[in-house]
């Protein structure tokens, strides 16, 4: 089992910045990535950011510049550090990490924190 923690979350203006951190720890073996989710309020959640073992990073479109995914000095981690932030940006923030590996079929499987709020007021 893979267990994730998130931080960071907060109340910021319009054109601030916040930086998020997870921490990951349990059985990690075969985790490909690890990366960054957000849900608004009746919305689906979608990704905002992921990052590889082979430090392949992903941004959604709507990042456009604005974010940045890296690694932690410590083992396990992975930051999101958010600037020019607007109220579009509101939402509940999830850190998530999947386990990749073959069987007779590719397998993935996701596993989530319990979510860190951010909110953008104007």
């Known amino acids: 089992q893979v267990q994730l923690v998130e931080s960071g979350g907060g109340l910021v203006q319009p054109g601030g910045s916040l930086g998020l951190s997870c921490a990951a720890s349990g059985n990690l073996d075969y985790i490909y990535a690890m990366g960054w989710y957000r849900q608004a309020p009746g919305k689906e959640r979608e990704l905002v950011a992921e990052i590889t073992g082979g430090n392949a990073i992903k941004y959604a479109d709507f990042v456009n510049g604005r974010f940045t995914i890296a690694r932690g000095n410590a083992k396990h981690t992975v930051n999101l550090q958010m600037s020019r932030l607007n109220p579009e940006d509101t939402a509940v923030y999830y850190c998530?990490?999947?386990?990749?590996?073959?069987?007779?079929?590719?397998?993935?499987?996701?596993?989530w924190g319990q979510g860190t709020r951010v909110t953008v007021s104007s």
């Open positions: 998530n990490a999947y386990r990749a590996y073959y069987t007779d079929r590719p397998v993935r499987e996701d596993y």
